[in-house]
């Protein structure tokens, strides 16, 4: 009869071992698998008791779920066995395949472990197949249905029928243990998944608010900001731009999408352009508006990327810093400005000067000895001079009038001899008789007097040229490029053009001129400069007589 009823017993555990599979996919979550696991085995497999203990992130096995009786699953569920202990006992006992049999004659050791446990007292086996209530049956369940990566251990007790599994049972278990541990990957990945997709889903509504926030504070920003391509052939393009820029420049958005700050920039700001960092790089330049004007900006630049491996582009923030550099330019003129007249000051004078001077002087042509060496052989040193190197092979001196000198040298021309040299003269005008006008008139007439000679003195010279009041009564004039005739010549106009009487106040004043010629000579300063005229200007005062001089 027993050999006739085997094939009903393989019959109906293969229904409920296929009913407790089926049961595993219907679980919708980690936990709820896990405790389908247990419930599985004790409504499916024929076990009283049923136990999940799942692997921890630590290494630990957590008892994660429990079937079959609720005062041990209160009492050891969510309680931690050590991995050192689940070794032990996956180690010892009987191997059934896959499982792991340890009878009550050799677990007492495993009494005292941290494996938490649940057993009943009971009765010694009357016969040798009988289930203690101290034996344990373990089913490991791995990763990838085998192999060394645990993912947790099935514990079952109290077989129904009383008795240990036979060989159809112990394959039920563990095929069921192998299916469990596909289920709970599954759970876990789809947790993971679903971890993901919440992850997701906040990062791109975090993304979306932020890039939300960007735009209004970009759209409503009261400065102007612009984004721009970076790198390519399009380097610079405006790609976008707010309202605040487009007021700005007097620019529509449409419009200002066809061109780049190189295309806007003033001309001689080019250059500040270029030079400016993409990276945190600060400008202050002029922009140009619709109308054809130029506009000071202040331009901040930073570098922003589309995504994490996508193109970056170039912020540039604009501010409008036309009062500033106004009131700038203002005060800078104020400072090299005669306030009276609008000519340049003493203090401007002298760096105008010094700028077209150097320490050096000036040798116009070749020494005695230079002439002599080219005369009589001795060439190649004159052409090493005139080369840049020497017979040696090492650099000649870049000295005054050498290859390397870039500078360009202020040469006085010869006063007793016209050669048709020319140089930068500096004219040193006093005026005669302009003291007893503000005497016998006031200070108000006379100061204009200064104000008119000014004029009439700047009317009289090339744009390129400098007309300066040194102080008081005394005015100088830089003009580059003239010989020595050239010179007399500037003074007798310029002393013509201040004779003609000048009007304050319907009262008719004349004031006369008297001036020194000075050369400016690189190896002087500019005192020494503006001494020598001084000194020559009094020489010519003296030597014209009082009726010449004569104002009022």
């Given at each position: 009869?027993?050999?006739?009823?085997?094939?009903?017993?393989?019959?109906?555990?293969?229904?409920?071992?296929?009913?407790?599979?089926?049961?595993?996919?219907?679980?919708?979550?980690?936990?709820?698998?896990?405790?389908?696991?247990?419930?599985?085995?004790?409504?499916?497999?024929?076990?009283?008791?049923?136990c999940?203990?799942?692997?921890?992130?630590?290494?630990?096995?957590?008892v994660?779920?429990?079937?079959?009786?609720?005062?041990?699953?209160?009492?050891?569920?969510?309680?931690?066995?050590?991995?050192?202990?689940?070794?032990?006992?996956?180690?010892?006992?009987?191997?059934?395949?896959?499982?792991?049999?340890?009878?009550?004659?050799?677990?007492?050791?495993?009494?005292?472990?941290?494996?938490?446990?649940?057993?009943?007292?009971?009765?010694?086996?009357?016969f040798?197949?009988?289930?203690?209530?101290?034996?344990?049956?373990?089913?490991?369940?791995?990763?990838?249905?085998?192999?060394?990566?645990?993912?947790?251990?099935?514990?079952?007790?109290?077989?129904?029928?009383g008795?240990?599994?036979?060989?159809w049972?112990?394959?039920?278990?563990?095929?069921?243990?192998?299916?469990?541990?596909?289920?709970?990957?599954?759970?876990?990945?789809r947790?993971?998944?679903?971890?993901?997709?919440?992850r997701?889903?906040?990062?791109?509504?975090?993304?979306?608010?932020?890039?939300?926030?960007?735009?209004?504070?970009?759209?409503?920003?009261?400065?102007?900001?612009?984004?721009?391509?970076?790198?390519?052939?399009?380097?610079?393009?405006?790609?976008?731009?707010?309202d605040?820029?487009?007021?700005?420049?007097?620019?529509?958005?449409?419009?200002?999408?066809?061109?780049?700050?190189?295309?806007?920039?003033?001309?001689?700001?080019?250059?500040?352009?270029?030079?400016?960092?993409?990276?945190?790089?600060?400008?202050?330049?002029?922009?140009?508006?619709?109308?054809?004007?130029?506009?000071?900006?202040?331009?901040?630049?930073?570098v922003?990327?589309?995504?994490?491996?996508?193109?970056?582009?170039?912020l540039?923030?604009?501010?409008?810093?036309?009062e500033?550099?106004?009131?700038?330019?203002?005060?800078?003129?104020?400072?090299?400005?005669d306030?009276?007249?609008?000519?340049?000051?003493?203090?401007?004078?002298?760096?105008?000067?010094?700028?077209?001077?150097?320490?050096?002087?000036?040798?116009?042509?070749?020494?005695?000895?230079?002439a002599?060496?080219?005369?009589?052989?001795?060439?190649?040193?004159?052409?090493?001079?005139?080369?840049g190197?020497?017979?040696?092979?090492?650099?000649?001196?870049a000295?005054?009038?050498?290859?390397?000198?870039?500078?360009v040298?202020?040469?006085?021309?010869?006063?007793?001899?016209?050669?048709?040299?020319?140089?930068?003269?500096?004219?040193?005008?006093?005026?005669?008789?302009?003291?007893?006008?503000?005497?016998?008139?006031?200070?108000?007439?006379?100061?204009?007097?200064?104000?008119?000679?000014?004029?009439?003195?700047?009317?009289?010279?090339?744009?390129?040229?400098?007309?300066?009041?040194?102080?008081?009564?005394?005015?100088?004039?830089?003009?580059?490029?003239?010989?020595?005739?050239?010179?007399?010549?500037?003074?007798?106009?310029?002393?013509?053009?201040?004779?003609?009487?000048?009007?304050?106040?319907?009262?008719?004043?004349?004031?006369?001129?008297?001036?020194?010629?000075?050369?400016?000579?690189?190896?002087?300063?500019?005192?020494e400069?503006?001494?020598?005229?001084?000194?020559?200007?009094?020489?010519?005062?003296?030597?014209?007589?009082?009726?010449?001089?004569?104002?009022?």
């Amino acid at each position: 009869m027993e050999a006739e009823s085997e094939p009903y017993v393989r019959l109906a555990t293969m229904r409920q071992l296929h009913q407790a599979v089926a049961d595993l996919n219907t679980a919708r979550s980690l936990a709820d698998t896990l405790q389908t696991v247990a419930d599985g085995i004790v409504a499916g497999l024929g076990y009283e008791l049923a136990c999940v203990n799942l692997v921890r992130p630590d290494g630990d096995l957590v008892v994660a779920a429990f079937a079959g009786n609720s005062a041990a699953e209160s009492l050891i569920t969510g309680r931690a066995g050590s991995r050192a202990s689940w070794d032990r006992r996956l180690a010892m006992g009987e191997c059934w395949d896959e499982l792991r049999f340890i009878p009550h004659t050799d677990g007492w050791i495993l009494l005292d472990d941290d494996v938490p446990q649940w057993h009943t007292e009971g009765p010694e086996p009357r016969f040798e197949d009988e289930w203690h209530p101290q034996d344990r049956l373990y089913a490991p369940m791995y990763a990838s249905g085998g192999g060394c990566d645990l993912l947790g251990v099935i514990s079952v007790d109290r077989p129904r029928n009383g008795r240990r599994p036979g060989a159809w049972g112990r394959e039920a278990l563990q095929m069921y243990a192998s299916q469990a541990a596909i289920a709970i990957s599954n759970a876990r990945l789809r947790a993971n998944m679903q971890r993901a997709l919440v992850r997701l889903e906040r990062e791109q509504q975090a993304l979306r608010a932020s890039e939300e926030s960007f735009r209004q504070a970009f759209e409503y920003a009261p400065s102007g900001m612009a984004i721009a391509e970076m790198g390519g052939d399009q380097h610079g393009r405006l790609l976008r731009t707010n309202d605040a820029l487009c007021r700005l420049l007097g620019r529509p958005a449409s419009v200002l999408r066809r061109y780049s700050f190189a295309d806007l920039v003033h001309p001689e700001d080019v250059g500040t352009l270029l030079r400016t960092s993409a990276e945190g790089g600060r400008a202050e330049l002029r922009l140009g508006r619709r109308d054809g004007s130029y506009l000071w900006v202040s331009l901040r630049n930073s570098v922003v990327a589309d995504t994490a491996d996508g193109p970056r582009f170039l912020l540039t923030h604009v501010e409008d810093i036309e009062e500033r550099k106004r009131h700038e330019l203002h005060l800078a003129h104020r400072a090299s400005h005669d306030a009276l007249t609008g000519l340049p000051n003493s203090a401007e004078l002298r760096a105008r000067l010094s700028a077209r001077l150097c320490e050096r002087p000036y040798a116009a042509t070749t020494t005695a000895v230079e002439a002599l060496d080219a005369a009589y052989g001795d060439v190649e040193d004159a052409e090493s001079r005139v080369h840049g190197f020497r017979a040696d092979g090492f650099e000649a001196d870049a000295g005054a009038g050498g290859l390397y000198d870039h500078h360009v040298h202020a040469v006085a021309p010869d006063d007793e001899s016209d050669d048709g040299a020319k140089g930068l003269a500096v004219l040193f005008c006093d005026l005669d008789g302009f003291k007893s006008i503000n005497d016998r008139f006031g200070h108000h007439t006379g100061d204009a007097v200064l104000i008119e000679v000014a004029r009439r003195l700047t009317t009289c010279v090339r744009d390129g040229d400098t007309v300066a009041r040194l102080g008081g009564d005394e005015f100088v004039v830089l003009a580059d490029g003239l010989g020595a005739a050239d010179a007399a010549d500037l003074a007798v106009r310029l002393r013509n053009a201040i004779i003609p009487p000048i009007r304050v106040d319907g009262r008719a004043v004349r004031v006369g001129a008297s001036f020194g010629i000075g050369w400016a000579g690189c190896g002087m300063t500019a005192e020494e400069v503006l001494r020598s005229a001084d000194q020559r200007m009094y020489v010519e005062k003296r030597s014209r007589s009082k009726v010449h001089r004569r104002a009022g």
